[in-house]
Structure formats: structure tokens, C-alpha cells
């Protein structure tokens, strides 16, 4: 056990791909057309896809003065210094784990929380994924990150990326990924294909394998790309003022088609995580779904309150460790609803540092500590 007897579990920890991982995976007819990383900036996360540069960056401006001028601070460059110097390879990043004192961790992406925020082509033209293609670019970055884990895969597990542009396609790949390479959760951008929201029924192929593949859904926003709605509104431009509500915006979305529109009714032994909106949004915007459920009977298509699906322990959503309103959030939905997560080594993130801030909080229980830093990650991805 890492910190004082307590067993620890990253539910969010992520990686940075090598700018060339699909050049080298993804499948032979798409070789031509594989996505590229770019590599200019620190920790750059940016993938051209087609056309398109993924994630958006917004205007230049002349760089600051001050040290944080380009966006990182220079703490960040000392503690991330190890991993670059690797390259960001696997043992840099068990070492990364090591040094917060992680006995797991589940992998996130960087570049591929982006290289799919294309809609499809009959909803964007030519520039969008076609599904096979889409497929095929999720379909290299798992068997990447197989291999990336494969260093120690009782202590690294991947979050298997599925291109929602082919439901089809998209239960095929989740269906590997886990049956063939133990992945432990199946992830997606709250960002709409298709102009669909996700309790349409289109995708509940997709839900009905994960809930028989014994997996919870996993959503996980990003950035700005090229999905509707885009959930920094299109009208800010700074990431410092979008970036404060666009996660959980976009989470809400899935909370209200989830919880809301029917999915975990129809689905009764699904389970989903919501990830990087923080925990705060939480009770308040679920005594929201409550109230329009109560006050305008009948118009979700579900039988009880929104909330009673997160009551039954199958929502769970993670914190930033930091986060004042965690201690209200545990008292409000329960400790046994929130997740750790790390965010390493993102711009935001506190590593090393993430452990501790939560271990030395004196308005968490003992209990609640437990819960969060991995006991609920234990039970919720059955680790």
C-alpha cells in the first residue's frame, strides 16, 4: 500500500503519446491518412487530423513576461523533467506513479482526448470521419496503449477509446479491448456526433455490451474541437475564462441524458464515470434534474428522480484534489461517489503532489479519504 496503509487508484491519470503513434499502428489502408501529432509546444496535445488541427489554440499573443507567460509554470517543467527526458515512455510513467505514490492507475490520453473531435462526413463534408476510418483511428491508439501498459499491467490499465461516428464499430472495438486486453473502462467526449444527444437510441447497442462486458462508460471532456455543441460557446477565446465551465458543461450534458433521458433505466446494471468537471457541479446540478423531474411530470422518460441512479452507486464523478467543495460533495452524495484522479501531467495538474492533498485535508473522514483515494475505484472498475 503507498500512503499509510492506504491503497491508491489513479482514475484518471494520463499519457503523452508519441506524435507518431498512428503513422506506426493504425491499420495499412489508412497508413496514408493517419493522424500526426505536433510537437512545438510543451506537453503539446495537438493532432492533425485531415485537414484540421486538434485541439484549437486560439489567437498568438506576444508571450508574458512573467514565467507562467506561455501557460506552464516552471514548477511544472522541474517535476515533468524526468518524463520528457524519456520521451514519455512507460517506465517514466510508472515512475511518475511511484513518485505520487500510485498502486494503480488508469490511462487517459492527451492527443487522443482530441484526434476524434471530427463530426461525420455527412454532418461536416469532406473533412469529417468517415466510420471505418474513425474506427480505425481508435482502434491503433488501444492497440498503443496495450503495449504502453504491458510494462505493469497489474498496476496500468488503458481506458479504451471508441469512435461513436459507427455504433457498430464502436461495440466491436469495446468488446476487444476488453475480452483481449483487460482494459477496465470505455471512454468518450461528451461532445455530440451526429447532433445526437447520448440517451438517443442509436447508441444503446453500445451501452447494452458494456453493461454485459461488466465495464462502466467512462466521459471525459478535452478542449475545443470541432464537435456541436462546442462547449466553450465559440465566444471565448481565452482558455483561462472557457476552460472554468466547458468540462463540467459538458458533463452536465451526459448527466442529464444518462440520469435524465432514460439510459441507466433502460440499462439497470450500467455504470458511468464522469471525469476532469471536478465534483462541485454535483449536488446542485442534480437536485436541478430533480426539481424539472418533479415539476414537469412526465417529460423524462424515467419512472424516479434523476438522482436515484447515482444513489444506487452506479455515477460516480471525480474531484480535483484541491477542490473546496469536496467535504460537501461527500456529505451531500456520499463519499462513496467520488473518484481520485491525478490529471497528470496536464498543465492543471499538482504532481507530485495530488496524493497528499487529499490525504492531509482535515474536512475529509478517515473513511472518506479511503474511499476516494481508491476504495471506490476498486469496487467501481472491479480492480
Known sequence: MSIKNQFVADSDMHVMEPPDLWERYIDPEFRHAAPKGLTDMKRDMRVQVKTRVLLKTG?????A?????????????????????????????LDAMN??????????????????????????????????????????????????????PKRMFGAAMVAPHSVELAVAEARRCV???????????????????????????????CERLG????????????????FSLEIFDELSLWHTFSQPLG??????????????????????????????????????????????AGEMPIPRRPSEYVEQGRVLVSCEPDEHAIAYVCERVGSDKILYASDYPHWDADFPNTVSAIRDREDLSAKAKRDILGANAARFLKI
Not at 523533467?81 to 517514466?92: L, P
Not at 487522443?112 to 480505425?136: I, K, Q, W
Not at 462541485?280 to 437536485?287: A, S
Open 65 to 93: 513576461a512573467t514565467p507562467a507567460g506561455d501557460g506552464w509554470r516552471e514548477d511544472h517543467d522541474d517535476a515533468y523533467a524526468h518524463s520528457e527526458r524519456c520521451g514519455w515512455d512507460s517506465q517514466s510513467q
Open 179 to 209: 475480452e483481449e486486453y483487460d482494459f477496465k473502462t470505455v471512454f468518450l467526449s461528451p461532445g455530440a456526433v451526429g447532433r445526437k444527444p447520448w440517451h438517443h437510441p442509436d447508441y444503446d447497442p453500445l451501452w447494452a455490451e
Open 215 to 230: 465495464v462502466p462508460i467512462a466521459f471525459h471532456g478535452g478542449g475545443q474541437n470541432e464537435l456541436r455543441p462546442d
Open 99 to 152: 513518485a505520487e505514490g500510485l498502486d494503480m492507475a488508469v490511462m487517459f490520453p492527451s492527443r487522443g482526448l482530441f484526434v476524434l473531435g471530427l463530426d461525420t462526413v455527412e454532418m461536416s463534408g469532406v473533412d469529417g470521419l468517415e466510420p471505418d476510418y474513425a474506427a480505425a483511428i481508435a482502434r491503433a491508439y488501444n492497440d498503443w496503449m496495450h503495449d504502453f501498459c504491458s510494462l505493469e
Open 251 to 296: 458533463i452536465m450534458t451526459v448527466t442529464a441524458s444518462f440520469c435524465g433521458g432514460g439510459v441507466l433505466e433502460r440499462f439497470p446494471k450500467l455504470r458511468v464515470s464522469f471525469l476532469e468537471a471536478g465534483c462541485g457541479f454535483f449536488p446542485y446540478y442534480l437536485d436541478r434534474l430533480d426539481e424539472h423531474f418533479e415539476k414537469r
Open 59 to 63: 489567437r498568438v499573443r506576444p508571450k
